[in-house]
């Protein structure tokens, strides 16, 4: 059974940095065979994805966090990482990863695109 468990949340001033890691479990050797994301949700609003990661390690970007934040995995240790730099009040929110059963991310980042997520961490970025 696949789990996905987020790490790394916190509170931070604006302009800092974080890094949220994503450990997945129950793949076996397949971990390198699925596309991953990363979706955000603040109070009020509706869910966002924020990036992605194919199989191959091609990754893709919400227009909104562009230059900000980087996606990677590590396929050895079957782990998801996403780095945010230059924070911004505004990126407060729950982030969770996602598992997409495809090798190939779809071409925008949608949360029906992935059937397995985790329990999220929380963000949180004052002025």
């Known amino acids: 059974q696949v789990q996905l468990v987020e790490s790394g949340g916190g509170s931070v001033q604006s302009g800092g940095s974080l890094t949220l890691s994503c450990e997945a479990s129950?793949?076996?050797?397949?971990?390198?065979?699925?596309?991953f994301g990363w979706f955000r949700q603040a109070p009020g609003n509706s869910s966002e994805g924020v990036a992605a990661?194919?199989?191959?390690?091609?990754?893709n970007y919400a227009d909104s966090v562009k230059g900000r934040f980087t996606i990677s995995r590590d396929n050895v240790k079957n782990m998801l990482y996403l780095q945010i730099n230059g924070l911004k009040p505004e990126d407060t929110a729950m982030y969770y990863c996602?598992?997409?059963?495809?090798?190939?991310?779809?071409?925008?980042?949608?949360?029906?695109?992935?059937?397995?997520w985790g329990q999220g961490t929380r963000v949180t970025v004052s002025s």
């Open positions: 996602a598992l997409r059963r495809n090798r190939y991310c779809a071409a925008g980042i949608r949360a029906t695109d992935f059937g397995s």
């Open positions: 129950g793949f076996g050797y397949d971990y390198k065979n699925y596309c």
């Open positions: 990661i194919d199989g191959d390690g091609t990754t």
